[in-house]
């Protein structure tokens, strides 16, 4: 049977939504698609598809000048159209809207949902339609690229999201232990738990990205090594190394892995669904979220990315040393890296307040 690799399979079905995308859009887009083709991924331009779609549904359905219009009939002509106050108006539509979901088809009903963008989803999509208007601009289908005289959402900074050293113990003890878990979350711990310890200590181990764990084959481990290999974002592929801790977890996994009879399809997947195919990226930020609560209560947004967060504050705090960080989680830009890992820890925090001298003020009671 000829293998399946993954991450091509993936590409694959991201080539085969583009095109279903490209059917909704004006004919425009493909030829956008084309020109970028090379210095862009196929997830990259698959999102720019999802983008763009929206932009265009909203011109057609908010905006008078396009009302007699579909998106997929968009001409030159509309293009000359669209001015900076459109996508104005885009950028404040994107903070709140409805989209109709058909999930009710037996029954012809529809159902709405509601879709609210952060600073970063909007920054995206205006990013897609700069990018598309500059292309037509510079095929002379557009006098000017109007995106570029739209100012970009100011992004406010957050503090990094982690879990503490004594938060990351309860959860794995918890994990170990069942104690925290309904008697049917007992059950069915007792047939994940060796697999989701593994889990979990790569991401704590190896700084992992979730899209890259799902990703792992059995073939892709040199136990021997304590390494690897990983396929990163734009499919470049690294060798990473993990400490005996690691080891140790997935060594007691493979023992109940190998003795698993998969699907077809899924013969060298290296984490398994309990229908003993490929783990999906959803179960898996399912299960990290249900754990990391019995360790952190109060952190309700603990995801794969915040334990991949954990991995890289604690090497930061115990290297110092920024560039080892952004080369280990894969940053093709350490400024992204110095952003997140480069702030003071807490505890520097506290020793910068227990070093400050302050004349004593208190008063006594006579």
């Known amino acids: 049977m000829k293998r399946i690799v993954f991450h091509s399979h993936s590409s694959q079905r991201a ?3 583009l095109k279903e995308l490209q059917l909704e859009l004006p004919r425009l887009c493909t030829d956008y698609f084309r020109s970028i083709s090379q210095v862009t991924s196929v997830l990259t331009r698959r999102a720019y598809a999802y983008d763009l779609r929206l932009f265009f549904r909203y011109l057609t359905l908010e905006e008078a000048d396009f009302a007699d219009t579909e998106p997929r009939l968009i001409t030159q002509e509309h293009m000359r159209l669209i001015t900076a106050r459109h996508i104005e108006g885009f950028q404040e539509y994107l903070q709140f809207y409805y989209k109709e979901l058909n999930d ?6 529809q159902q709405s949902v509601s879709i609210q963008n952060n600073e970063l989803g909007i920054m995206r999509k205006l990013s897609s339609i700069r990018s598309f208007l500059d292309f037509c601009f510079k095929n002379e289908i ?3 690229n109007v995106a570029t005289l739209v100012s970009m959402p100011k992004r406010h900074s957050k503090p990094i ?10 959860m794995m003890d918890a994990v170990m232990s069942g104690e925290g878990f309904s008697a049917k979350q007992q059950a069915y711990l007792r047939n994940t738990q060796k697999r989701d310890i593994a889990i979990l200590m790569m991401f704590l181990g190896t700084g992992i990205r979730v899209s890259e764990l799902v990703g792992l084959d059995v073939d ?3 136990l021997e090594k304590n390494s690897f290999m990983v396929t990163r974002k734009g499919g470049n592929q690294t060798i990473l190394y993990f400490p005996d801790r690691v080891k140790d977890s997935l060594t007691t ?3 109940e892995r190998n003795d698993i009879e998969t699907k077809p399809g899924h013969e060298y997947a290296l984490f398994l669904s309990l229908q003993k195919r490929r783990i999906t990226q959803r179960a898996v930020e399912n299960l990290v979220k249900k754990y990391a609560l019995l360790g952190a209560p109060l ?3 603990i995801s794969p990315h915040k334990l991949r967060s954990t991995f890289g504050t604690n090497l930061y705090q115990e290297t110092g040393d920024i560039y080892l960080v952004a080369d280990t989680l894969g940053h093709a830009d350490v400024n992204t890296t110095r952003k997140h890992y480069a702030a003071m820890s807490d505890e520097k925090r506290r020793e910068a307040a227990r070093r400050i001298h302050l004349p004593d003020v208190s008063t006594d009671d006579k």
Not at 104 to 109: Q, S
Not at 161 to 170: A, G, I, K, P, T
């Open 15 to 17: 080539a085969e939504k």
């Open 104 to 109: 009710n088809k037996e029954k012809g009903k």
């Open 142 to 144: 557009v006098p000017a």
């Open 161 to 170: 999201l982690y879990m503490e050293d004594d938060e990351v113990q309860r």
């Open 220 to 222: 892709h481990l040199d």
């Open 253 to 255: 996994y493979l023992l």
């Open 299 to 301: 952190k309700k947004r």
